[in-house]
T-cell receptor, first 114, second 113 residues
Framework: KAGVTQTPRYLIKTRGQQVTLSCSPISGHRSVSWYQQTPGQGLQFLFEYFSETQRNKGNFPGRFSGRQFSNSRSEMNVSTLELGDSALYLC?????????????FGPGTRLTVL | KNQVEQSPQSLIILEGKNCTLQCNYTVSPFSNLRWYKQDTGRGPVSLTIMTFSENTKSNGRYTATLDADTKQSSLHITASQLSDSASYICVVFSPGDGQNFVFGPGTRLSVLP
């Protein structure tokens, strides 16, 4: 069974640009959640999508948004990039709602903002 | 403020030895506590999930304990192996409005031959 895949694995952008990251969950999983990981702040929850609806959201500005498609694949978008957005962005999938079920993480997308 | 603290920040042990990592939390409401292992450059891997009513859960050589009264958890690793070298992250899930995962900073474990 294929694991969670994320594309691209590495990305370099400049301030002010926008970026879209993609996550394909494990087949059959309906929940996709997104996380930001930085050396200073550690892991932080961004949001969860379940059945194409955002179910909860962490404490991040509106520049961070996402969506989920009918096949459960999810995309995360960051607009007007700032230097502080440089981070490893991880997505995780689970069969049911993320709070009650085991999560399986992808390898992450390393975003560098110059 | 919801917070998860972990100790020690880093730990070095010899292969074959046991070790225990600590996690203290002040998160309310509480739903479950998770331990993850994260190898450098990879996504975290779930080790255990414990709800309020569970006080011990094992996954191979990993045994997690939870004391919901004192809001403490520990992760015990038995007969360590070189492949156990990783960061171990304690996470508490808080349900309800604004439900959220609260992550600890992690403990960096190095197992030496």
């Amino acid at each position: 069974k294929a694991g969670v895949t994320q594309t691209p694995r590495y990305l370099i952008k400049t301030r002010g640009q926008q970026v879209t990251l993609s996550c394909s969950p494990i087949s059959g999983h309906r929940s996709v959640s997104w996380y930001q990981q930085t050396p200073g702040q550690g892991l932080q929850f961004l949001f969860e999508y379940f059945s194409e609806t955002q179910r909860n959201k962490g404490n991040f500005p509106g520049r961070f948004s996402g969506r989920q498609f009918s096949n459960s694949r999810s995309e995360m978008n960051v607009s007007t990039l700032e230097l502080g957005d440089s981070a490893l962005y991880l997505c995780a999938s689970s069969l049911t709602r993320v709070g009650t079920d085991t999560q399986y993480f992808g390898p992450g997308t390393r975003l560098t903002v110059l | 403020k919801n917070q998860v603290e972990q100790s020690p920040q880093s730990l070095i042990i010899l292969e074959g030895k046991n070790c225990t990592l600590q996690c203290n939390y002040t998160v309310s409401p509480f739903s479950n506590l998770r331990w993850y292992k994260q190898d450098t450059g990879r996504g975290p891997v779930s080790l255990t999930i414990m709800t309020f009513s569970e006080n011990t859960k094992s996954n191979g050589r990993y045994t997690a304990t939870l004391d919901a009264d004192t809001k403490q958890s520990s992760l015990h690793i038995t007969a360590s192996q070189l492949s156990d070298s990783a960061s171990y992250i304690c996470v508490v899930f808080s349900p309800g409005d604004g439900q959220n995962f609260v992550f600890g900073p992690g403990t960096r474990l190095s197992v030496l031959p």
